[in-house]
């Protein structure tokens, strides 16, 4: 009944741009704090970005700073990923998730003991020349 779907994924050359976008049905998710996380081949899944409840929290991995923007719009019940400069280690699946406690004004890109939950199915991020 809870859902996320990402979109937004695409081929990109190197320093080139995409936005991901993080719908949700069947619940509110201005309600949540959202995550970002990726997973290359043969990876684990990192995180990427997270945003708190109400926008007034953001967080980044260190490899994304300065690079990555997260965004939310609770109008459109979506949280966005705006990445800049893209390199190709950027590449990989792209999946957004909801931080299972409500109503958090501060937010981890660290998924610990299942923070998170429900995922979304992941949009493909590919970053090549």
């Known amino acids: 009944q809870l859902q996320l779907v990402e979109s937004g994924g695409g081929l990109v050359q190197p320093g080139g741009s995409l936005r991901l976008s993080c719908a949700a049905s069947g619940f509110t998710l201005d309600s949540y704090a959202i995550g970002w996380f990726r997973q290359a081949p043969g990876k684990e899944r990192e995180g990427v970005s997270c945003?708190?409840?109400?926008?007034?929290?953001?967080g980044y991995a260190d490899s994304v700073k300065g690079r990555f923007t997260i965004s939310r719009s609770n109008a459109k019940n979506t949280v966005y990923l705006q990445m800049n400069s893209l390199k190709p280690e950027d590449t990989g699946v792209y999946y957004c998730?909801?931080?299972?406690?409500?109503?958090?004004?501060?937010?981890?890109?660290?998924?610990?003991?299942?923070?998170?939950?429900?995922w979304g199915q992941g949009t493909q991020v590919t970053v090549s020349s």
């Open positions: 998730a909801a931080d299972r406690r409500s109503y958090r004004t501060i937010c981890t890109i660290v998924d610990d003991k299942g923070l998170y939950d429900p």
């Open positions: 945003i708190s409840y109400g926008g007034v929290n953001v």
